[in-house]
């Protein structure tokens, strides 16, 4: 994983029966998981495959911008 610095949102879900996480400042960006840790390790793959799609579509990759909560 590389060293970004994205605010991230974890809730759960009683409907899913899983932890949610997303990333506000990547659209789409988010990821689950049966445990918090489980769901947060997700998101770190799926937050690297988002940078590296955007940039392989030519996409600007946003400035960390959330200052608060728990970063991944």
């Given at each position: ?25 990547l ?13 947060l ?11 590296e ?20």
């Amino acid at each position: 994983m590389k060293n970004y610095r994205y605010k991230v949102i974890i809730n759960w879900s009683e409907i899913d029966n899983c932890y949610i996480a997303e990333v506000p400042d990547l659209a789409g960006c988010m990821s689950d998981g049966k445990t918090y840790t489980e769901c947060l390790s997700n998101l770190e793959v799926i937050i690297d495959e988002w940078i590296e799609t955007a940039n392989e579509l030519g996409k600007t990759i946003p400035i960390p911008i959330s200052k608060e909560l728990m970063y991944a």
